[in-house]
């Protein structure tokens, strides 16, 4: 069976299971938050902007939602962009400028999954958006919000 984000429960990384086990105390505590839901072609992906998120401690530049991912990258490909605004369209329905919600929960050391409406958006997308993915087996919604610690090297 799919899940909401498009890909399997064996599919999975373990680590999300057992975020899972471990978020039923932090449920009641998590904040929701809100975007407006807007396409950015980041690399080699279509994705989610999400930095009109108000509340959102980020440390990278460009904190974004990936939700379709092509070796070959969407820069030249205006049929999936628009394929996507039609999409989304069709999920918020009549309110197609209301913010989408969302929460977030720890997720590895640099990142947070993604729940609510905004994953589920994701899993709509993807859905109809499948020919032109490139991504055999999608990672779960998420955002890269904290950098590794790394030195920079001078």
Do not use: Y
Not at 52 to 69: I, N, Q, S, Y
Request: charged share 30%; proline share 3%.
């Amino acid at each position: 069976t799919q899940s909401t984000w498009g890909c399997s429960a064996a599919q999975m990384p373990s680590r999300h299971k057992l975020q899972d086990k471990e978020a039923g105390d932090e449920d009641a505590a998590r904040v929701t938050l809100s975007t407006g839901a807007r396409f950015v072609l980041v690399g080699r992906a279509l994705a989610i902007d999400l930095r009109d998120v108000a509340g959102l401690e980020c440390e990278k530049r460009k904190p974004h939602m990936t939700v379709l991912f092509r070796t070959g990258g969407f820069r030249r490909d205006a049929a999936v962009l628009e394929a996507a605004e039609a999409a989304r369209a069709r999920f918020l329905g009549d309110d197609v400028d209301r913010a989408v919600t969302f929460t977030l929960s720890r997720w590895g050391a640099c990142s947070d999954l993604i729940h609510g409406e905004l994953a589920e958006l994701c899993g709509f997308l993807r859905s109809e958006l499948a020919e032109f993915n490139g991504d055999a087996r999608p990672r779960p919604p998420h955002v890269e919000l904290r950098s590794r610690g790394r030195r920079v090297r001078e």
